[in-house]
T-cell receptor, first 115, second 111 residues
Framework: DAKTTQPTSMDCAEGRAANLPCNHS???????VYWYRQIHSQGPQYIIH???NNETNEMASLIITEDRKSSTLILPHATLRDTAVYYC????????????????FGQGTILTVHP | EAQVTQNPRYLITVTGKKLTVTCSQN?????MSWYRQDPGLGLRQIYY???????DKGDVPEGYKVSRKEKRNFPLILESPSPNQTSLYFC??????????FGPGTRLTVT
């Protein structure tokens, strides 16, 4: 699996957009970029995923660079409830063998949203 | 409401006393797994199951057992808990790919 690099922490003002970067320079052609978040001691929550094109859902937008070596998760109007650890994960979907389904969580980015 | 439930949410036990943490999902997902989360080590997969009667080890399976007799349930069994199994445990399920749904967590303390 491609290794990801994320900043350790970021701050954002409530109501502003939060832009969380992720570097995955060794990503291979069929690997997807997934984002999850974990609010303190709760179960991780799926946010969004993508392969090449930008993606948007009700929670966030995902911008993947053309060379796919980095991506940005955008929370368009951050609220205090968005304070969490955000994880960027690069993975082949439905990989076989012992790694099937396993999500490898790194250290993630601690996003703190301030009033 | 689609959800993954775990019970108990909190458990304090003593070394060697067998315990089971239950996990249930109502989304008809084939794939289920267990993770543990420890400070500085992140989330690590313990066991996973691709379907009924199909289970396999994750990264840290020692000291744990699982079973998958029904699609919706995937209990985690600690036959003889030890203090190093004190941790926060999460169950997860998914239909396909990695859009996994996680349970609320079980905080286990073994003294």
């Amino acid at each position: 699996d491609a290794k990801t690099t994320q900043p350790t922490s970021m701050d954002c003002a409530e109501g502003r957009a939060a832009n969380l970067p992720c570097n995955h320079s060794t990503i291979s052609g069929n690997e997807y970029v997934y984002w999850y978040r974990q609010i303190h001691s709760q179960g991780p929550q799926y946010i969004i995923h993508g392969l090449k094109n930008n993606e948007t859902n009700e929670m966030a937008s995902l911008i993947i660079t053309e060379d796919r070596k980095s991506s940005t998760l955008i929370l368009p109007h951050a609220t205090l409830r968005d304070t969490a650890v955000y994880y960027c994960i690069v993975r082949f979907p439905n990989a076989g063998g012992t790694s099937y389904g396993k999500l490898t969580f790194g250290q993630g980015t601690i996003l703190t949203v301030h009033p | 409401e689609a959800q993954v439930t775990q019970n108990p949410r909190y458990l304090i036990t003593v070394t060697g006393k067998k315990l089971t943490v239950t996990c249930s999902q109502n989304m008809n997902h084939e794939y289920m797994s267990w993770y543990r989360q420890d400070p500085g080590l992140g989330l690590r997969q313990i066991y996973y199951s691709m379907n009924v009667e199909v289970t396999d080890k994750g990264d840290v399976p020692e000291g744990y057992k699982v079973s998958r007799k029904e699609k919706r349930n995937f209990p985690l069994i600690l036959e003889s808990p030890s203090p190093n199994q004190t941790s926060l445990y999460f169950c997860a399920s998914s239909l396909q790919g990695f859009e996994q749904y996680f349970g609320p967590g079980t905080r286990l303390t073994v003294t």
